[in-house]
Nanobody, 126 residues
Framework: QLQVVESGGGLVQPGGSLRLSCEAS????????VGWFRQAPGKGREWISC????????RYADSVKGRFTISRDNTKNTVYLQMNSLKPEDTAVYYC???????????????????WGQGTQVTVSS
């Protein structure tokens, strides 16, 4: 079964940091671009970052640029999202996802992604 699993969420104070992990099972994540999305209560799913197969290309939404860093370790079949300077408005369920096909560089369109995790909750609050 092809799946990705997120971990690393939790409760953090404003200004704090968290590192999320996205690990694949049943397939090699190293052949695919990977994206991170989030969904806040009452809002739609928002694309926030993506990374190409070898990590040479990364993109960020304006809302997280300069605070979040995406990276990957293909030897561990894992992609990371380092989140610094967290704000209350970053509170959301965070999802990682992989496209259904190889060849994408760093897509931001949700419809391209077919392998989704269950999400990990990030809460930023004092």
């Amino acid at each position: 079964q092809l799946q990705v699993v997120e971990s690393g969420g939790g409760l953090v104070q404003p200004g704090g940091s968290l590192r999320l992990s996205c690990e694949a099972s049943g397939f090699s994540l190293s052949y695919y671009a990977v994206g991170w999305f989030r969904q806040a209560p009452g809002k739609g799913r928002e694309w926030i970052s993506c990374i190409s197969v070898l990590g040479g290309s990364t993109r960020y939404a304006d809302s997280v640029k300069g605070r979040f860093t995406i990276s990957r370790d293909n030897t561990k079949n894992t992609v990371y999202l380092q989140m610094n300077s967290l704000k209350p408005e970053d509170t959301a369920v965070y999802y990682c996802a992989a496209p259904g096909e190889r060849g994408y560089v760093c897509p931001f369109q949700p419809e391209i992604y077919t392998h989704w995790g269950q999400g990990t909750q990030v809460t930023v609050s004092s």
